[in-house]
């Protein structure tokens, strides 16, 4: 491509998505915020900043519905539409010096004001541009103007005192109501496409209204920041570096788990919005995708403000992290309610974080002792769904569950001595009664399993260095049992593979006994004698074998090919031709 082409590329895409809106009230915002930290704070006229603000409002506002009016631009009017959100939050923003300043009457007449101007702006560009917001979203989009208004002025220890803590938790509580706030728009989400159809814009749902609304939620966590920077009683907010200018101290008590509540409604605004579409692909996805709210409970920041009041927040209420555990499991609940994809598994997943995280838990450093009741609840309602859908495979995740619980459990009883004694023959024992029960693929891994298990015990319960402080009869009778049993299985079960385990254990049975017994001979008669009378058993034992396989007592799946009986030599040959199949030769 030449560099004429390519320069003629990058125009093509400047005019058609018009950045400049954006860069424009960027470099404003920009302006604002440079003042801020250039001029003394003390000198600094608030009421010309809000009046800047307020005024680019207005003119950017006048040009969207200039644009979409008499133009139908909506490209770019929809770049306008949201700098305005961003902009009604910069006015708030630069109102919450003033409210440390005036009077309470004069504050009570700003925040009205401000409220009014935002409202009668957004109404003003509605109008102009035929754009129809229905009662179920323009009520939520004027309560959250509101809120932007509200919070500094009830924030502001001029126009309220309080206590240092009190004002933290008040700060703390500010993106909760907007969280509450965004759960108004529940009704206007059920109303689905068809409550948004002829809404007077090119878009349509969910493009439109649920765009300007992502653009709350990322200024209700803007805001939150800038009210814990402004109002937070701990720490200056203005440090000195040497000789340069001011700076802003960003060791506030806000930390990203503040977002934490609004995170979990967002959540739930789109599950519903997943169910009324009814597009189990996207519910999929929001259930994969929740874990991440996790990522907002770990802590960022290592600073003496803000790890103080973390210690507040966590005493009083619990850690972040285990209290978003709870959330997950109460929003899962109510997806497998709803019986969405996946919702009981990532329930499971999340019941078993409890098992390791705990009120005091902040992050990976300070994961509890493992604890038992998660594990062992989620083993017995995987069970449970096991039983229910006749799936081994569950089963065995639930049993695995249940084991590991038991396993913690162990140490506080007089069993802990023969803790992988017990946990492993519950385990087996489990899996036996699994393979032989259930009916599926799995089932027979299980049944092979099982089997296997049995001569491979048989040794270590003969030959390991633990097992020897237990008696040599005892270690036998268990050895015996289990071979019985394998032979019982084989029997009624007609399963294969348990023959070839009592085969085994049958082995190391008589090998076992055999090698006691001669030692124990070899005290009483001669080296001699007990190794003739030893051949003279084995000899008998072959013979009694072959008379057993010719009399037929014994299964053939039990030898080799070359065992079998090779029919006469006659019957090898082709059948001698009839009298009548002769003469048609001839």
């Known amino acids: 491509m030449s560099a004429s ?7 093509r895409y400047l005019y058609n998505h018009n950045p400049f ?13 440079s003042a801020y930290g250039t001029i003394e704070i003390g000198s600094i006229n608030c009421w010309v900043m809000m009046g800047v603000l307020a005024g680019y409002t207005l003119l950017l506002a006048g040009i969207g519905v200039l644009i979409v009016r008499w133009g139908k631009v909506w490209e770019d009017a929809r770049s306008i539409l949201l700098l305005l959100l961003l902009l009604f939050l910069g006015v708030s923003v630069s109102m919450d010096d003033l409210f440390s300043r005036i009077t309470p009457d004069q504050g009570m007449l700003l925040m009205i004001g401000g409220f009014l101007f935002s409202a009668v702006v957004s109404e003003a560009v509605l109008w102009g541009t035929g754009i129809r917001l229905e009662a179920r979203y323009r009520i939520p989009y004027h309560l959250f103007l509101a809120l932007f208004y509200f919070a500094p002025w009830w924030c502001s220890p001029e126009m309220h005192p309080r206590s240092a803590e009190e004002l933290e938790w008040t700060l703390f509580l500010f993106p909760v109501v907007g969280s509450v706030l965004f759960l108004f728009l529940l009704p206007a989400v059920r109303g689905g496409v068809s409550y948004v159809k002829g809404n007077g814009t090119p878009w349509g749902w969910p493009l439109f209204p649920w765009i300007p609304f992502g653009m709350f939620a990322a200024c209700i966590s803007l805001r939150s ?9 701990a720490g200056p907010m203005w440090i000195t570096s040497g000789s340069g200018p001011r700076l802003i101290s960003f060791d506030t008590l806000w930390g990203f788990y503040f977002l934490i509540p609004l995170g979990f409604v967002l959540l739930l605004l789109l599950l ?23 990522l907002l409970a770990m802590p960022a920041s290592t600073g003496r403000v803000h790890t103080g009041f973390l210690f507040k927040v966590t005493d009083v209420l619990g850690g972040p992290v285990w209290l978003t555990v709870w959330l997950l499991i109460g929003f899962y609940l109510l997806a497998a309610v709803r019986r969405v994809p996946g919702a009981f598994t990532a329930g499971l997943g999340a019941v078993a974080l409890l098992s390791i995280v705990g009120p005091q838990t902040l992050g990976s450093r300070t994961l509890i002792e493992p604890t038992a009741w998660p594990l062992l609840l989620d083993g017995i309602l995987l069970l449970m769904l096991g039983i229910k859908r006749r799936s081994s495979g569950l089963c065995t995740v639930g049993i695995l569950a249940a084991i590991a619980g038991i396993w913690l459990v162990i140490p506080d009883t007089i069993l802990f001595e023969y803790r992988f004694t017990t946990c ?15 009916h599926d693929d799995f089932s027979r891994v299980l049944q092979c399993v099982s089997a296997l298990l049995v001569p491979l015990v048989a040794v270590v319960v003969i030959l390991n260095e633990r097992a020897m402080e237990i008696p040599l009869a005892w270690r036998l009778s268990y050895v015996a049992m289990w071979a019985v049993g394998c032979l019982l299985i084989a029997r009624f079960c007609v399963n294969r593979w348990f023959t070839y385990s009592f085969a085994a254990t049958l082995s190391v049975l008589l090998y076992t006994s055999a090698t006691y017994a001669f030692r124990l001979a070899v005290q009483y008669l001669s080296r001699e004698a007990v ?12 013979a009694f074998l072959i008379s057993a396989h010719k009399a037929r007592w014994l299964p053939e799946y039990a030898w080799m090919t070359f065992w079998k009986e090779k029919p006469p030599e006659d019957e090898l040959l082709p059948p001698p031709l009839s009298d009548e199949s002769s003469r048609e030769e001839d």
């Open 21 to 33: 809106y954006v860069i424009s009230a960027v470099l404003m915002l920009f302006a604002v915020r």
């Open 225 to 233: 920041f800038a009210l814990c920077l402004t109002f937070g009683p």
């Open 5 to 11: 082409a390519s320069h003629r590329s990058v125009l």
């Open 424 to 438: 492993f023959h519950l385990l087996w024992f489990s899996l036996l009664i699994l393979g032989l029960t259930f």
């Open 272 to 294: 519903e919005g997943g169910l009324v579409t009814k597009n189990k692909v996207f519910q999929a996805g929001v259930i994969r995708f929740s874990p991440l709210l996790l």
């Open 531 to 542: 190794v003739a009378f030893v051949w003279s058993v084995g000899a008998l034992l072959i």
